[in-house]
């Protein structure tokens, strides 16, 4: 590896050698600080690993490098030159590129291939008002030839496979000269052999010298491919240096760091039989046959990274999508979901991930979307009785301490998490069996964070089954009565309570095995 | 101060622009604000109103029924020939027409939810086979009483007289089509805002995922809300043979305009911003008092369509401006 030469150097020469070096970048969101004091160094031609848990501010400061954020203070060098760039325009200018998890966005899907890698010849503002197709062909013919990809460059964007589409993404990148890249999660969609096509043209890129970053989950991918890697925490850098320094255990430990302790009330309650039983549940390539068992009283979390597939387990369970394959049983019984109604029918009841587009009603009131899967009880021959509503309506606003200034209130102009109290309050009087909860806490502040553990504490208490699906590791830690750590599309361990650490379930989530550990 | 005023002309902006109309007409012309031209006025904008009711249904599960016109005329001309043609009895004649309306309604929801073609294509490939159907099936002429085939035979049959009361006759002084369009209006605004189907309807149309995700049946009450546009605008194709007494092709045409742009009113009626039906009647009411009026100023026919198209382009200049604005 180039980097060994490198590291024998001196400091101050190693310094020079930064392609781009960013240095004490702090960053406040609404006075909350995401970034406090970052270093950051990259070189040419190498591959360098960003790792860190949720909230680490790992996307904040590659946001800031690619431009899409201003930073508060600090420095950035560009070889040696501070720069300032505000836009990702900007970046772009000064060859600093990012390929997002969602390579579509970035692409014209009607257009051929050859015209998406020369998109920005085209767009230029000092292009020539007349095109070659057959020039153009050529020239992106050329580009992908040397990145050794086999794409027909008339084959339309649209019909490619996302791994495809990235090699057309990184060719367009590749022939505006791009000294830094950025990946963000590049592997997450895509399977083994595509993953391994596309580190070879990672290798590829570091050998003409671009420096790459690389953001993802996946430990067994850094080990193998990175040379370098920095670690943060809390929006500060805590480890950075060669990636053979450190095993796979002591970077987990270093993205958890030794302060954490986070107290979540935790009810005890009488675990009783089982109500759901999943076996074999799969769908597409993120879902790879996921067996989970939930008891009445017992909280079950389901624990995986972004990617991991824990949104699409959610969405089946709950009956908005259909398995490939796999059974549900509902109290011994199996159960075919045609759609959502069939599975609230079961007694599977669902508070979605999306709470603005799947969880709430956001211009209708309060009262309505509290009273929407309680229609037929309120009315009294298909007509609503106003006072059934309202009284449903409060009982719920009062025992899940909802603040809103009336029941009468659109719910767009409550808090986010007081509107996901309302998307969990609907299910209270529907005596559901199992309650399913996707991200519940996403975008709620601490107060009401804390509110929905207790409210999801009582139902267990209560005596439901609790299906909590999270990415958050600390929260499935904090709430489950047995982990379950979803990597891949599979469950990569079931942990009791007792048994579960962080490390644990961070290295199996990670890709870790058994047999390692 | 300026959003309190904005609020304010969004919420009784129409209304004060429907009175406004309807006092300048009374001042300039004496016979305006009389019970018989205020009730010719009401049934003039019989026809369009039911029309005006099924597209409102269609919007409010966030859809749009591009095919309600077709679905006039092809029930007026298939009416007209039950009698003319077949002398088929009375409730043969009013329940068949309701009844296509019905399936060209389940066609649109067939094409909308199973075959996933946008709302607004999917009606409008409807609009046209349907116009094409009527159109065909009347072989291109008018159906009247006792008509002349082209082999110079005649058509045995005439309009039923019980029929053309729906759309000519009077009960206590009252056309009978105002006081079905009344009741109809009632019935429809009951079942909207007070009804569980009537909820489920609007919260579909405000959240498709967030219903269906709630255990709302969202393609059945999609596949209803334009099966019962479809029976509106049958309703609508009844009365119009009845009013005119024989099945003209394309009758129904000139009417999807009209019927969107009193819904669309009907949106900034009371702030609603919403499909609701006792705005689309008071739209409907702003849009026949405008063509009563003009008329009764001796302005061209023609000319009609530039005040009806400018009416439809202020309405929804409020409408669309207020609720974009208060978009977070």
Same mark, same amino acid.
């Given at each position: 590896?180039?980097?060994?030469?490198?590291?024998?150097?001196?400091?101050?020469?190693?310094?020079?050698?930064?392609?781009?070096?960013?240095?004490?970048?702090?960053?406040?969101?609404?006075?909350? $600080?995401?970034?406090?004091?970052?270093?950051?160094?990259?070189?040419?031609?190498?591959?360098?690993?960003?790792?860190?848990?949720?909230?680490?501010?790992?996307?904040?400061?590659?946001?800031?490098?690619?431009?899409?954020?201003?930073?508060?203070?600090?420095?950035?060098?560009?070889?040696?030159?501070?720069?300032?760039?505000?836009?990702?325009?900007?970046?772009?200018?000064?060859?600093?590129?990012?390929?997002?998890?969602?390579?579509?966005?970035?692409?014209?899907?009607?257009?051929?291939?050859?015209?998406?890698?020369?998109?920005?010849?085209?767009?230029?503002?000092?292009?020539?008002?007349?095109?070659?197709?057959?020039?153009?062909?050529?020239?992106?013919?050329?580009?992908?030839?040397?990145?050794?990809?086999?794409?027909?460059?008339?084959?339309?964007?649209?019909?490619?496979?996302?791994?495809?589409?990235?090699?057309?993404?990184?060719?367009?990148?590749?022939?505006?000269?791009?000294?830094?890249?950025?990946?963000?999660? $590049?592997?997450?969609?895509?399977?083994?052999?595509?993953?391994?096509?596309?580190?070879?043209?990672?290798?590829?890129?570091?050998?003409?010298?671009?420096?790459?970053?690389?953001?993802?989950?996946?430990?067994?991918?850094?080990?193998?491919?990175?040379?370098?890697?920095?670690?943060?925490?809390?929006?500060?850098?805590?480890?950075?240096?060669?990636?053979?320094?450190?095993?796979?255990?002591?970077?987990?430990?270093?993205?958890?760091?030794?302060?954490?302790?986070?107290?979540?009330?935790?009810?005890?309650?009488?675990?009783?039989?089982?109500?759901?039983?999943?076996?074999?549940?799969?769908?597409?390539?993120?879902?790879?046959?996921? %067996?989970?068992?939930?008891?009445?009283?017992?909280?079950?979390?389901?624990?995986?990274?972004?990617?991991?597939?824990?949104?699409?387990?959610?969405?089946?369970?709950?009956?908005?999508?259909?398995?490939?394959?796999?059974?549900?049983?509902?109290?011994?019984?199996?159960?075919?979901?045609?759609?959502?109604? %069939?599975?609230?029918?079961?007694?599977?009841?669902? !508070?979605?991930?999306?709470?603005?587009?799947?969880?709430?009603?956001?211009?209708?009131?309060?009262?309505?979307?509290?009273?929407?899967?309680?229609?037929?009880?309120?009315?009294?021959?298909?007509?609503?009785?106003?006072?059934?509503?309202?009284?449903?309506?409060?009982?719920?606003?009062?025992?899940?301490?909802?603040?809103?200034?009336?029941?009468?209130?659109?719910?767009?102009?409550?808090?986010?998490?007081?509107?996901?109290?309302?998307?969990?309050?609907?299910?209270?009087?529907?005596?559901?069996? !199992?309650?399913?909860?996707?991200?519940?806490?996403?975008?709620?502040?601490?107060?009401?964070?804390?509110?929905?553990?207790?409210?999801?504490?009582?139902?267990?208490?209560?005596?439901?089954?609790?299906?909590?699906?999270?990415?958050?590791?600390?929260?499935?830690?904090?709430?489950?009565?047995?982990?379950?750590?979803?990597?891949?599309?599979?469950?990569?361990?079931?942990?009791?309570?007792?048994?579960?650490?962080?490390?644990?379930?961070?290295?199996?989530?990670?890709?870790?095995?058994?047999?390692?550990? | 101060?300026? *959003?309190?005023?904005?609020?304010?002309?969004?919420?009784?902006? =129409?209304?004060?622009?429907?009175?406004?109309?309807?006092?300048?007409?009374?001042?300039?012309?004496?016979?305006?604000?009389?019970?018989?031209?205020?009730?010719?006025?009401?049934?003039? @904008?019989?026809?369009?109103?039911?029309?005006?009711?099924?597209?409102?249904?269609?919007?409010?599960?966030?859809?749009?029924?591009? &095919?309600?016109?077709?679905?006039? &005329?092809?029930?007026?001309?298939?009416?007209?020939?039950?009698?003319?043609?077949?002398?088929?009895?009375?409730?043969?004649?009013?329940?068949?027409?309701?009844?296509?309306?019905?399936?060209?309604?389940?066609?649109?929801?067939?094409?909308?939810?199973?075959?996933?073609?946008?709302?607004?294509?999917?009606?409008?490939?409807?609009?046209? @086979?349907?116009?094409?159907?009527?159109?065909?099936?009347?072989?291109?002429?008018?159906?009247?009483?006792?008509?002349?085939?082209? *082999?110079?035979?005649?058509?045995?049959?005439?309009?039923?007289?019980?029929?053309?009361?729906?759309?000519?006759?009077?009960?206590?002084?009252?056309?009978?089509?105002?006081?079905?369009?009344?009741?109809?209006? @009632?019935?429809?605004?009951?079942?909207?805002?007070?009804?569980?189907?009537?909820?489920?309807?609007?919260?579909?149309?405000?959240?498709?995922?967030?219903?269906?995700? &709630?255990?709302?049946?969202?393609?059945?009450?999609?596949?209803?809300?334009?099966?019962?546009?479809?029976?509106?605008?049958?309703?609508?194709?009844?009365?119009?043979?009845?009013?005119?007494?024989?099945?003209?092709? *394309?009758?129904?045409?000139?009417?999807?305009?009209?019927?969107?742009?009193?819904?669309?009113?009907?949106?900034?009626?009371?702030?609603?911003?919403?499909?609701?039906?006792?705005?689309?009647?008071?739209?409907?009411?702003? @849009?026949?008092?405008?063509?009563?009026?003009? =008329?009764?100023?001796?302005?061209?026919?023609?000319?009609? *369509?530039?005040?009806?198209?400018?009416?439809?382009?202020?309405?929804?200049?409020? =409408?669309?401006?207020?609720?974009?604005?208060?978009? =977070?």
């Amino acid at each position: 590896m180039g980097t060994s030469a490198t590291s024998a150097t001196s400091a101050t020469k190693a310094e020079q050698q930064y392609v781009l070096e960013m240095k004490g970048i702090t960053k406040s969101f609404a006075g909350v $600080p995401a970034l406090r004091g970052v270093d950051f160094g990259l070189k040419g031609g190498e591959v360098h690993a960003l790792l860190g848990a949720n909230g680490a501010g790992k996307s904040t400061l590659m946001k800031i490098l690619a431009g899409a954020y201003e930073y508060d203070e600090g420095e950035m060098l560009l070889d040696g030159r501070p720069v300032k760039h505000k836009s990702p325009a900007d970046a772009k200018r000064l060859g600093i590129h990012c390929v997002y998890q969602e390579v579509d966005a970035s692409l014209v899907p009607q257009l051929t291939v050859a015209e998406n890698v020369m998109l920005d010849a085209i767009g230029a503002a000092d292009g020539k008002a007349w095109i070659s197709p057959r020039r153009q062909a050529q020239e992106a013919g050329q580009i992908l030839a040397s990145l050794q990809v086999d794409i027909p460059v008339q084959r339309k964007v649209a019909d490619l496979t996302i791994a495809e589409k990235q090699m057309v993404l990184l060719a367009r990148i590749v022939r505006q000269e791009a000294k830094v890249i950025i990946f963000d999660e $590049p592997t997450a969609p895509l399977s083994g052999s595509e993953a391994d096509t596309f580190f070879r043209i990672l290798s590829e890129l570091k050998q003409r010298g671009t420096a790459c970053v690389f953001i993802t989950h996946r430990l067994p991918e850094v080990m193998e491919h990175a040379d370098d890697v920095t670690v943060m925490r809390d929006g500060t850098k805590v480890h950075s240096g060669p990636v053979d320094a450190l095993s796979m255990e002591e970077l987990v430990a270093q993205m958890l760091g030794k302060t954490f302790a986070e107290e979540f009330p935790k009810v005890a309650a009488e675990i009783g039989e089982v109500v759901l039983n999943v076996k074999g549940l799969c769908q597409g390539r993120k879902v790879k046959g996921v %067996d989970l068992t939930v008891r009445s009283g017992q909280i079950v979390a389901v624990v995986g990274l972004v990617g991991a597939g824990k949104t699409e387990i959610a969405r089946m369970l709950a009956g908005a999508e259909r398995p490939d394959g796999g059974e549900i049983y509902m109290r011994g019984h199996s159960m075919l979901f045609k759609q959502p109604a %069939d599975a609230i029918a079961s007694g599977i009841v669902s !508070v979605p991930e999306e709470r603005r587009k799947q969880g709430i009603v956001i211009e209708e009131t309060v009262e309505r979307n509290i009273s929407l899967p309680l229609l037929n009880r309120i009315s009294r021959f298909s007509f609503i009785s106003g006072s059934r509503e309202r009284g449903l309506a409060e009982r719920t606003i009062a025992s899940l301490g909802i603040k809103t200034a009336s029941a009468k209130l659109p719910v767009k102009y409550l808090s986010g998490g007081n509107q996901q109290k309302v998307a969990i309050g609907k299910w209270l009087e529907k005596e559901a069996d !199992v309650l399913l909860f996707d991200e519940p806490t996403k975008g709620v502040d601490i107060g009401a964070k804390s509110d929905i553990f207790r409210i999801i504490g009582q139902l267990a208490t209560a005596g439901k089954g609790v299906l909590y699906l999270t990415s958050e590791l600390d929260e499935g830690l904090g709430i489950g009565d047995v982990i379950a750590v979803l990597y891949d599309g599979s469950i990569a361990a079931v942990l009791p309570r007792s048994e579960a650490t962080l490390e644990k379930i961070l290295y199996f989530a990670s890709g870790g095995r058994e047999e390692n550990l | 101060m300026k *959003d309190r005023l904005m609020n304010v002309t969004f919420r009784y902006g =129409t209304i004060t622009v429907v009175l406004a109309v309807i006092a300048f007409f009374s001042i300039r012309l004496p016979y305006f604000f009389t019970y018989s031209n205020l009730s010719d006025i009401l049934n003039s @904008i019989a026809i369009v109103t039911f029309v005006a009711i099924g597209v409102t249904l269609s919007l409010a599960v966030d859809g749009f029924d591009l &095919s309600v016109g077709s679905t006039v &005329s092809l029930t007026t001309v298939v009416s007209a020939s039950l009698m003319i043609w077949y002398q088929m009895p009375l409730y043969v004649v009013i329940i068949f027409p309701l009844l296509l309306g019905a399936l060209v309604g389940l066609l649109n929801a067939f094409l909308i939810i199973k075959m996933r073609i946008p709302d607004l294509l999917a009606t409008l490939a409807m609009m046209y @086979i349907v116009a094409g159907i009527q159109k065909t099936y009347a072989q291109g002429y008018t159906i009247y009483n006792n008509m002349q085939f082209p *082999d110079g035979s005649k058509a045995a049959g005439k309009m039923d007289k019980t029929f053309l009361l729906l759309g000519q006759g009077e009960l206590l002084g009252v056309p009978v089509s105002v006081i079905l369009l009344i009741f109809f209006v @009632i019935v429809v605004h009951l079942f909207l805002t007070r009804t569980k189907y009537g909820r489920q309807i609007y919260i579909t149309g405000g959240n498709e995922e967030a219903a269906r995700l &709630s255990g709302i049946k969202v393609k059945k009450v999609r596949m209803f809300a334009y099966m019962a546009s479809g029976v509106f605008a049958a309703i609508g194709g009844l009365l119009f043979a009845s009013r005119v007494g024989s099945g003209q092709i *394309d009758a129904g045409a000139p009417l999807l305009m009209e019927a969107v742009a009193a819904t669309f009113v009907g949106f900034s009626v009371f702030g609603a911003g919403k499909p609701n039906i006792i705005g689309t009647f008071i739209g409907s009411v702003l @849009i026949g008092v405008l063509v009563n009026g003009l =008329t009764m100023m001796n302005v061209q026919y023609f000319a009609h *369509d530039i005040v009806k198209g400018s009416v439809l382009v202020l309405a929804l200049s409020i =409408t669309f401006y207020v609720l974009n604005r208060s978009k =977070t």
